[in-house]
């Protein structure tokens, strides 16, 4: 059981999030591809590269995510997910689970906008989507987190994300791993 | 394998939608309820039973449904969703499958907004939202159907849905009981 | 220049941001009519009363507010909401101001998707829809706030709401006056 | 009174919704300046030229529009609203009107998706959205139209926008500069 996390990261924080939810899915002791957006496979506004598709296309599932700009998924990001159409036609990833994470500077900077995105993307392509269980502490520390449901959301002002994102990151990583290895193991 | 069709449906063509999608469950050998809200179970806007709760409590998947009202979900059954907050409390819901369907007067009545908060109403569960997978034969009729993919939306300005919206209603219905019964069979 | 506060509160700290919003369109010389939706409005789950809809009539703009339940607008609002199809055949707010508020008891509690919802609203209207200004102190207490800008979003674990977010909130008030008040001057 | 109409196209449909929608702002007797998004200001992912944001700076009004790719807004005219992060710092352009097209090869493609995208992207900038009204004729040829009220939706599945859209896009543009007009003549 594989799952590909997919992502753009600018400043690195998101990276960070990627690296925890990926450690999350090995946890659970799953493989897990890490695929990094870069703005060298985007020629005049569109991801021009195969391989990224190819790898999903031998995923159980996949994990979208960037951090939000202007109240919506990263251009550089969206590129991707564009080009993710190529897979629209013959809806050939219907029936993988999806699942999804960002990152703003504030606290009600739209990040949810970025997670129904994703949460669209996953339905064009007919895939399961997968949502956050709340952590169970919900009471606790209410300034410190969003608790978001749709996915991971961060807040992270500055360069690094907290030691509480990494768990609740690293939490949805196995969360994901967990559903898709349990039904692969029937398919 | 139990699927719960919970819905609200004032002039009949949400029901009809409703029937259809449990025919869809039935086709692959899954019992259903179809669990329908009514005016009477609602008192001073909040629903006050526990009935349909409980009933959900022992499905596999719940699928929600009802028209669109003023580009969101109707009122009645709104009332319904903020009733499941007493599941939400200890996430006893997680895990499940779910998923939605509208119907509307109008082909841009905003249907995708009911879908998109019946996305939300899941992720608040840490359900598992099943989209919909194209129909393959997309290329034709477009002007009859909406092939939205978050789940099933229907136009109908009439008292009568079409033969095509019982046909793609029922696939939708038959797409959630297949995975909530591969999946529940492993657990 | 009149503006309509209308909205529905449970617990009281929607009233709260409700008064705190029409001190800041009184700051601006404006009229304000609270107005609140109540159970006894609304008879099996349907809002009843055409008051409301009348005194909106004859106001410049309207501002909506509600608690976000289970991810979306109460459905006690949401009642509400659904009524004004009584002026959507005829399109007879079209043109007013429009603007909203919501309160959650957490940070990522999907305020967000309650402000879509409003939003959503207002254009089936034909509404103009007035955004928030960012605070100039964005960089300051950063975890203190959402900082969402399509309307007010605040979060309230307890049962007051804060002195910022009655500033923040009258602010919101003082904007949408502002607007209606330079544009009826001309009409 | 000048508005700018920033989009991206690439087939041209939507090009021709922007021409459409500019002749509706002439007809109100306002000047317009269609701003093309071209894959050459696309360096990396990244919009890098500061030209459309100068003109936009000398504007009252501004209308976002690119067709819908993958359920969201084309990734090349996500890159320029990423760009306008240029001018939320200090929001200077809180206060002006915005309003927003989308085109997609489906009428259920998700289009309402990217208009609500566009509806938070002025509400960052603190913008006073224009929604749609309602053509008067709604209920005539409703397999025709997707009627959405947030913004001018096409459904365009071949090169030519009908001559439907080109009447309905012109109206939302002349609404447009209908608002900002009135409005400017008092600041």
């Known amino acids: 059981m594989t799952v590909a996390v997919v992502y753009f990261s600018e400043k690195d924080t998101t990276h960070q999030v990627a690296e925890a939810i990926s450690e999350g899915v090995?946890?659970?002791?799953?493989?897990?591809?890490?695929?990094?957006?870069?703005?060298?496979?985007?020629?005049?506004?569109?991801?021009?590269?195969?391989?990224?598709?190819h790898t999903i296309?031998?995923?159980?599932?996949?994990?979208?995510?960037?951090?939000?700009?202007?109240?919506?998924?990263?251009?550089?990001?969206?590129?991707?997910?564009?080009?993710?159409?190529?897979?629209?036609?013959d809806q050939s990833w219907s029936g993988k689970f999806a699942a999804g994470f960002t990152v703003g500077s504030n606290p009600g900077g739209d990040q949810l906008a970025?997670?129904?995105?994703?949460?669209?993307?996953?339905?064009?392509?007919?895939?399961?989507?997968?949502?956050?269980e709340m952590p169970s502490d919900h009471e606790e520390n209410i300034e410190n987190?969003?608790?978001?449901?749709?996915g991971f959301a961060g807040v992270v002002p500055g360069d690094t994300i907290s030691k509480r994102d990494v768990t609740v990151a690293a939490r949805h990583?196995?969360?994901?791993?967990?559903?898709?290895?349990?039904?692969?193991?029937?398919t």
Not at 26 to 46: F, N, P
Not at 173 to 186: D, N, T
């Open 173 to 186: 990583g196995s969360r994901v791993a967990l559903f898709s290895k349990r039904y692969s193991a029937l």
């Open 114 to 132: 970025t997670l129904q995105y994703f949460a669209i993307l996953a339905a064009q392509h007919g895939m399961l989507w997968v949502n956050h």
């Open 26 to 53: 090995e946890k659970m002791s799953c493989q897990y591809h890490l695929l990094r957006v870069t703005g060298e496979q985007i020629v005049d506004g569109r991801f021009v590269s195969d391989e990224y598709l």
């Open 145 to 150: 987190k969003l608790n978001a449901q749709m």
């Open 57 to 89: 296309d031998r995923c159980d599932a996949v994990i979208f995510g960037c951090p939000t700009y202007m109240g919506g998924p990263a251009a550089q990001f969206k590129a991707f997910c564009d080009k993710t159409s190529d897979r629209w036609d």
